[in-house]
């Protein structure tokens, strides 16, 4: 698998449920990044979370860490019609002024009513 | 969110023509990228550029693309000689602080269509 894999490909869900998803990369990184891409637009910038972390929230995002497993997740508590979208995860190896994101391949959230 | 602006949003072109995608970055900030994304494909870096220079370049940024910063404010992607396979969503991207330049804010892109 190549670097910045996330599951599932696709996810389906009704508004209010929680909505996971997973990213597994092979590399060892600076940090992670989780991306929001409405259909046929830009990617808007979710959250960062560093290597030294496990856990971070913001809202209604909960992402965590596994270095150890080379993995991370998003979880979207209370979801709403409005998170349909695609969500990437984008690792930087190294940070700071050398930073450089290698993207996964995406997971399509819907959220229907 | 900080704001980094791109023009034109659509831009169609022959193949062979030169092509000139622009990006404002959050003011101030020495550190640009650009990434494309070819339709229903991830996300590639394609070049990072500090303080004027290109600091890093992907096997993708070969010599038909060409980065430059003409003025202060503004940061300009060409390709030389387009081809088919350029077809894509091109993307500029700027930290906002100093402080944590790996936070990449990107673009809303340009979607480029060679013909």
């Known amino acids: 698998s190549q670097q910045g894999e996330e599951d599932p490909q696709a996810l389906s869900i009704q508004e209010g449920e929680n909505a996971t998803m997973n990213c597994s990369y092979k590399?060892?990184?600076?940090?992670l990044q989780w991306y929001r891409q409405n259909s046929g637009r830009g990617l808007v910038h979710l959250i960062l979370i560093r290597s030294n972390e496990r856990e971070k929230h913001s809202g209604r995002l909960r992402v965590t860490l596994d270095t150890s497993k080379k993995s991370s997740s998003l979880l979207i508590t209370a979801s709403r019609a409005a998170d349909t979208a695609s969500y990437f995860c984008a690792t930087d190896a190294r940070g700071g002024t050398a930073s450089k994101l290698t993207f996964g391949t995406g997971t399509r959230l819907q959220v229907t009513l | 969110e900080p704001e980094v602006t791109q023009t034109p949003s659509h831009q169609v072109t022959q193949m062979g023509q030169e092509v000139i995608l622009r990006c404002v970055p959050i003011s101030n900030h020495l550190y640009f990228y650009w990434y494309r994304q070819i339709l229903g494909q991830k996300v590639e870096f394609l070049v990072s550029f500090y303080n004027n220079e290109i600091s890093e370049k992907s096997e993708i940024f070969d010599d038909q693309f060409s980065v430059e910063r003409p003025d202060g404010s503004n940061f300009t992607l060409k390709i030389r000689s387009t081809k088919l396979e350029d077809s894509a969503m091109y993307f500029c991207a700027s930290p906002e602080g100093f402080g944590a330049p790996e936070t990449q804010y990107f673009g809303p892109g340009t979607r480029l269509l060679v013909l």
């Open positions: 590399t060892s990184i600076n940090n």
